[in-house]
Nanobody
Framework: QVQLVESGGGLVQPGGSLRLSCAAS????????MGWYRQAPGKERELVAE???????TYADSVKGRFTISRDNAKNTVYLQMNSLKPEDTAVYYC??????????????WGQGTQVTVSS
């Protein structure tokens, strides 16, 4: 069963914008943290942004002022609005959710990843 469904990646020119979406399955309960990570070729996966219950957000320094994370709790969906994109933003972006599964176990869930390429 696919539990996180991502969409919105693609190819964009420098300075352009993209919006990523990640919908979490209803089989994930009591979600507390929703976020986005990215991994560029040859580099480790890094946190891009996350949002917790109550709306507090955290951003990587490299994206502050350009990216905005938001969530729709009614839809179990998290969004990442990416503006003023740079070539160094090129990476596979992964959705991450921390919640409870049907066995009442608290755990991390990962999306399948969506490619974002910033190039002219």
């Amino acid at each position: 069963q696919v539990q996180l469904v991502e969409s919105g990646g693609g190819l964009v020119q420098p300075g352009g914008s993209l919006r990523l979406s990640c919908a979490a399955s209803r089989s994930i309960f009591s979600i507390t943290v929703m976020g986005w990570y990215r991994q560029a070729p040859g580099k480790e996966r890094e946190l891009v942004a996350e949002i917790i219950n109550g709306g507090r957000t955290t951003y990587a320094d490299s994206v502050k002022g350009r990216f905005t994370i938001s969530r729709d709790n009614a839809k179990n969906t998290v969004y990442l609005q990416m503006n003023s994109l740079k070539p160094e933003d090129t990476a596979v972006y992964y959705c991450n959710v921390f919640g409870t599964d049907y066995t009442a176990t608290r755990r991390n869930y990962w999306g399948q990843g969506t490619q974002v390429t910033v190039s002219s």
